[in-house]
């Protein structure tokens, strides 16, 4: 017996019926990916007995190089494929959720220059983020999904000049040491004061 284990399947009902979603995640293209996907439609097709609609999600770089379809005299069979590296990466940060926004990380940056173009995802993921815990989770995402893009270093120049978390000013211990600075300070100028306030009196 053979045995498939999708992405991620969900059972949807629209206002046209109930079908069934398959979506398969690839970072690299593979020549053998039509028959894969035929071969988990007809097993879904044959366990849920409902019709099924199936996406790859192009995660990789650059355009993917795989079939989307087998015909032959007695077989005839497609899926659908969407690239995000051909998508427009400001449709993501149009978003309103964080999750949705890194996703831009892996879209299409144009002609743009990519420190600038993850600077602003940075940005947007950044004022979207509803604490600082959310906030370098989101970024330890797009840390995980540079990866599949060549943009590391670039990236790496972008969280320098973008992110706080990083930033000195918000170490707990730079802040102590702030605060007992200024404390300090008001202290010795109480001191001089007491000074002066005994020099008069003599």
């Not at 629209?14 to 990916?33: I, R």
């Not at 590296?85 to 309103?96: H, P, T, V």
């Not at 959720?97 to 993921?125: H, R, T």
Request: proline share 3%.
């Amino acid at each position: 017996t053979k045995e498939r284990k999708p992405d991620l399947l969900k059972r949807v009902t629209d206002t046209k019926g109930t079908f069934v979603l398959h979506v398969e995640y690839q970072a690299k293209s593979d020549p053998e990916m039509p028959y894969r996907m035929a071969e988990y439609s007809i097993m879904l097709q044959r366990k849920y007995k409902l019709p099924v609609k199936q996406y790859v999600i192009f995660i990789g770089s650059g355009k993917a190089k795989m079939a989307t379809s087998i015909v032959t005299e007695d077989f005839s069979f497609r899926y659908n494929m969407i690239c995000l590296s051909s998508i427009d990466y400001k449709l993501f940060l149009k978003s309103a959720k964080p999750e949705e926004q890194i996703l831009a990380i892996l879209a299409n940056f144009e002609n743009e220059e990519p420190v600038l173009a993850i600077k602003k995802i940075l940005q947007v993921v950044k004022d979207s983020s509803d604490s600082s815990f959310a906030e370098e989770r989101y970024f330890n995402q797009l840390r995980v999904l540079i990866q599949l893009r060549n943009f590391k270093n670039q990236f790496d120049k972008a969280m320098e000049s973008i992110s706080t978390f990083f930033k000195e000013e918000n170490d707990p211990l730079f802040y102590r040491g702030k605060v007992k600075g200024r404390e300090e300070g008001l202290e010795e100028g109480r001191e001089e004061g007491r000074e002066e306030g005994r020099e008069e009196i003599i």
